[in-house]
């Protein structure tokens, strides 16, 4: 491919340190040589072996070749090559026997075979080595366009610093890519191809590729639409529409302020987060700050932040009582619900359980289909079985009691369902510290628990 490079140190003559001499005519040791390498197409070549071959015309740009040599370099992660002309593999000349008094002198740069141009060598740096080689030594500055001299002379030679490089912008910069960025100027490695394989990290989703959307996404294993059954024999939910629309490839979703993210389990679309929102759907606000004798009592929708603590609030979400949950003005957002004891269900027989422990009432349910829904942080040790490979992540947020005080924080989580028991009661779901199963019960709906969300 065609390449051209990008000069960063022009030609830094006489960049010598501790040049023995007194004689106003001696030779520079050296040339040294930066240039960033970049394709036809601007990209960065990064990590490649680069093949350079450089000749000193005398007196034009066509001029007869004095000297010539060649490199065998490798460019940094940042398409950066560097050497000293003079150094190389000579092929013609002698770099040491270089007339640099008689007249003009160009530098002819080739990469294989490719010609990347020829450029005059400025004649100001010899002069001032020349004119102060009996003084010592000289240096250049490495964060500025100042080339100093031992007797305290010094002139500015614009663009001989690498502090003189513009900074990189990083992106894709293949523009095939459906997230393809224009003004990158480097390619960081991020670019993707809608229809190539990726992996979305969902284990219930297969054939997984970049979507229209430039999102990685599958296909559900239990399939799609509205109104699956649950597993073959579940009498409970078998009549009950379940929705497996999948999460579409959307990884988030903003609501009432707080973003959460998403993940699609057999198909459902779940929060991974418990829902911290102060207003019901239609924008009413909820009722919070009750008294212990006041929660206690009300029959009403309310919540409470575990301790009153805002830093619960951020980690653990909300504590509602029921009769939110069971609202019907909603809590969720818009094209979402509080899952259903079947919704509970179908996720728990995506994750193995059985159709005849679905049902079970208490702990003795199944046996690691908790751990597979717990998070791996925030509980207490030894949280048995979490592996939260489902990616719901299952928090100990506590609950609040119906006296009203709070309990259990980092132990235990509970997850209200909006399907009641009776008039006083509703169904729930618990995660504990030292078990991996997931507890199915039915409890009052004064008690403050914990609510995820779940795609209509």
Same mark, same amino acid.
């Given at each position: 491919?065609?390449?051209?490079?990008? +000069?960063?140190?022009?030609?830094?003559?006489?960049?010598?340190i501790?040049?023995?001499?007194?004689?106003?005519?001696?030779?520079?040791?050296?040339?040294?040589?930066?240039?960033?390498?970049r394709?036809?197409?601007?990209?960065?070549?990064?990590?490649?072996?680069?093949? +350079?071959?450089?000749?000193?015309?005398?007196?034009?740009?066509?001029?007869?070749?004095?000297?010539?040599?060649?490199?065998? +370099?490798?460019?940094?992660?940042?398409?950066?090559?560097?050497?000293?002309?003079?150094?190389?593999?000579?092929?013609?000349?002698?770099?040491?026997?270089?007339?640099?008094?008689?007249?003009?002198?160009?530098?002819?740069?080739?990469?294989?075979?490719?010609?990347?141009?020829?450029?005059?060598?400025?004649?100001? @740096?010899?002069?001032?080595?020349?004119?102060?080689?009996?003084?010592?030594?000289?240096?250049v500055?490495?964060?500025?366009?100042?080339?100093?001299?031992?007797?305290?002379?010094?002139i500015?030679?614009?663009?001989?610093?690498?502090?003189?490089?513009?900074?990189?912008?990083?992106?894709?910069?293949?523009?095939?890519s459906?997230?393809?960025?224009?003004?990158?100027?480097?390619?960081?490695?991020?670019?993707?191809?809608q229809?190539?394989?990726?992996?979305?990290?969902?284990?219930?989703?297969?054939?997984d590729?970049?979507?229209?959307?430039?999102?990685?996404?599958?296909?559900?294993?239990?399939g799609?639409?509205?109104?699956?059954?649950?597993?073959?024999?579940?009498?409970?939910?078998?009549?009950?529409?379940?929705?497996?629309?999948?999460?579409?490839?959307?990884?988030?979703?903003?609501?009432?302020?707080?973003?959460?993210?998403?993940?699609?389990?057999?198909?459902?679309c779940?929060?991974?987060?418990? +829902?911290?929102?102060?207003?019901?759907?239609?924008?009413? @606000?909820?009722?919070?700050?009750?008294?212990?004798?006041?929660?206690?009592?009300?029959?009403?929708?309310?919540?409470?932040?575990?301790?009153?603590?805002?830093?619960?609030?951020?980690?653990?979400?909300?504590?509602?009582?029921?009769?939110?949950?069971?609202?019907?003005?909603?809590?969720?957002?818009?094209?979402?619900?509080?899952?259903?004891?079947?919704?509970?269900?179908?996720?728990?027989?995506?994750?193995?359980?059985?159709?005849?422990?679905?049902?079970?009432?208490?702990?003795?349910?199944?046996?690691?289909?908790?751990?597979?829904?717990?998070?791996?942080?925030?509980?207490?040790?030894?949280?048995?079985?979490?592996?939260?490979?489902?990616?719901?992540?299952?928090?100990?947020?506590?609950?609040?009691?119906?006296?009203?005080?709070?309990?259990?924080?980092?132990?235990?989580?509970?997850?209200?369902?909006?399907?009641?028991?009776s008039?006083?009661?509703?169904?729930?779901?618990?995660?504990?510290?030292?078990?991996?199963?997931?507890?199915?019960?039915?409890?009052?709906?004064?008690?403050?628990?914990?609510?995820?969300?779940?795609?209509?």
């Amino acid at each position: 491919m065609k390449t051209f490079l990008t +000069l960063i140190l022009q030609l830094l003559i006489a960049f010598l340190i501790l040049v023995p001499s007194s004689l106003h005519s001696q030779s520079p040791l050296g040339i040294p040589y930066q240039a960033v390498m970049r394709n036809a197409d601007g990209t960065v070549m990064a990590s490649s072996a680069v093949s +350079l071959t450089f000749m000193i015309h005398d007196g034009s740009a066509t001029g007869n070749v004095v000297y010539q040599e060649s490199h065998a +370099l490798t460019s940094n992660a940042q398409g950066l090559v560097s050497c000293v002309v003079g150094n190389g593999v000579v092929s013609q000349g002698n770099f040491a026997n270089i007339n640099w008094g008689s007249g003009a002198k160009f530098l002819h740069v080739m990469m294989g075979t490719t010609d990347l141009g020829t450029q005059q060598m400025l004649s100001v @740096p010899y002069a001032l080595h020349s004119s102060s080689a009996d003084n010592g030594f000289s240096y250049v500055s490495t964060t500025g366009d100042t080339l100093y001299m031992a007797n305290g002379a010094f002139i500015i030679v614009p663009g001989i610093s690498a502090a003189n490089l513009p900074p990189a912008i990083l992106g894709c910069t293949n523009a095939q890519s459906c997230n393809y960025n224009a003004a990158a100027t480097e390619d960081d490695g991020t670019c993707l191809i809608q229809g190539a394989s990726c992996n979305d990290g969902n284990v219930n989703t297969t054939n997984d590729v970049i979507n229209a959307n430039c999102q990685c996404a599958g296909t559900s294993a239990s399939g799609s639409g509205s109104g699956a059954q649950l597993l073959p024999g579940n009498a409970t939910c078998s009549t009950q529409n379940i929705s497996v629309t999948g999460c579409g490839g959307q990884t988030s979703l903003t609501y009432d302020g707080r973003t959460y993210d998403l993940v699609e389990i057999g198909g459902q679309c779940w929060f991974t987060d418990n +829902l911290a929102t102060d207003q019901y759907r239609n924008g009413d @606000p909820i009722p919070t700050g009750l008294d212990n004798t006041t929660w206690q009592n009300t029959t009403a929708g309310a919540y409470a932040i575990y301790n009153n603590t805002a830093s619960n609030d951020v980690t653990y979400g909300k504590l509602y009582n029921c009769y939110t949950a069971t609202d019907t003005r909603g809590l969720c957002p818009t094209g979402w619900h509080v899952p259903s004891d079947c919704d509970w269900m179908y996720l728990e027989g995506s994750l193995g359980l059985s159709v005849a422990d679905q049902q079970i009432q208490g702990s003795i349910r199944g046996s690691n289909e908790g751990g597979k829904l717990k998070a791996l942080s925030q509980w207490a040790s030894p949280n048995t079985g979490a592996t939260n490979i489902s990616g719901f992540g299952a928090l100990p947020g506590g609950y609040r009691r119906s006296d009203g005080t709070f309990g259990l924080l980092g132990t235990y989580g509970y997850c209200w369902t909006s399907t009641e028991g009776s008039i006083s009661n509703a169904w729930n779901r618990e995660f504990v510290y030292n078990n991996s199963v997931v507890r199915r019960d039915i409890d009052s709906k004064r008690l403050g628990f914990s609510v995820r969300c779940i795609r209509d």
